[in-house]
Nanobody, 124 residues
């Protein structure tokens, strides 16, 4: 069992930065594949980035590659999403997810645990 709580969302101007945090509890966190998704109004849940339980294994989708960076600190049970050069189209609710598959998967169905999300609004 893993419980996830996201934080760090808010209102930011285009071109700005935010760092999202995901606090995880549960004994299996260090062996969980973690990911960030987002969901804009009227749209499906979109995979953004994933990180395996071993350090160094990450994947970012092309639309955020070079702007967003996923990382984790297993000593603190934390996962982060550093977001730079934000655009208005990045406005969405951002979710942290945990899965037991050691491979980084992009389908939300492959993740068993979800946080409640944090709102990110990019607007002037």
């Amino acid at each position: 069992q893993v419980t996830l709580v996201e934080s760090g969302g808010g209102l930011v101007e285009p071109g700005g930065s935010l760092r999202l945090s995901c606090a995880a509890s549960g004994r299996t966190f260090s062996r969980s594949t973690m990911a960030w998704f987002r969901q804009a109004p009227g749209k499906g849940r979109e995979f953004l980035a994933g990180i395996g339980w071993s350090v160094g294994q990450t994947y970012h989708v092309d639309s955020v590659k070079g702007r967003f960076t996923i990382s984790r600190d297993n000593t603190k049970n934390m996962v982060y999403l550093q977001m730079n050069s934000l655009k208005s189209e990045d406005t969405a609710v951002y979710y942290c997810a945990a899965g037991t598959d050691p491979r980084i998967r992009s389908n939300p169905r492959d993740y068993s645990y979800w946080g409640r999300g944090t709102q990110v609004t990019v607007s002037a």
